[in-house]
């Protein structure tokens, strides 16, 4: 089995930082994609961020210059670094990693569970 855990939402005023991290374990035997979406209530999942194995990135207009994805490989992480929080980035965040697992047939995709983000204005 696979096991994504998302840590890093919180509460913070607008201007603020936050940083998330979303980390993979179990039966992985390759990861390939990386990806963070986000969800405000009454509105649909939305990419925020995305970044590929060979660490090419890209990003929804309205967090370009303010957001950066990264990843870890030998830690099976991915982070999203954000600045210059605004109010409108409140949201669930979710992580979404396509991981080959070790037993079964090809590459699946696999979701964090959820973290809040709060921005105050």
């Known amino acids: 089995q696979v096991q994504l855990v998302e840590s890093g939402g919180g509460l913070v005023q607008a201007g603020g930082s936050l940083r998330l991290s979303c980390a993979a374990s179990?039966?992985?035997?390759?990861?390939?994609?990386m990806g963070w979406y986000r969800q405000a209530p009454g509105k649909q999942r939305e990419l925020v961020a995305a970044i590929t194995t060979g660490g090419n990135t890209n990003y929804a207009d309205s967090v370009k210059g303010r957001f950066t994805i990264s990843r870890d490989n030998a830690k099976n992480t991915v982070y999203l670094q954000m600045n210059s929080l605004k109010p409108e980035d409140t949201a669930v965040y979710y992580c979404n990693l396509d991981i080959l697992p070790k037993y079964g047939s090809g590459y699946r995709d696999y979701w964090g569970q959820g973290t809040q983000v709060t921005v105050s204005s």
């Open positions: 179990g039966s992985i035997f390759r990861l390939s994609a």
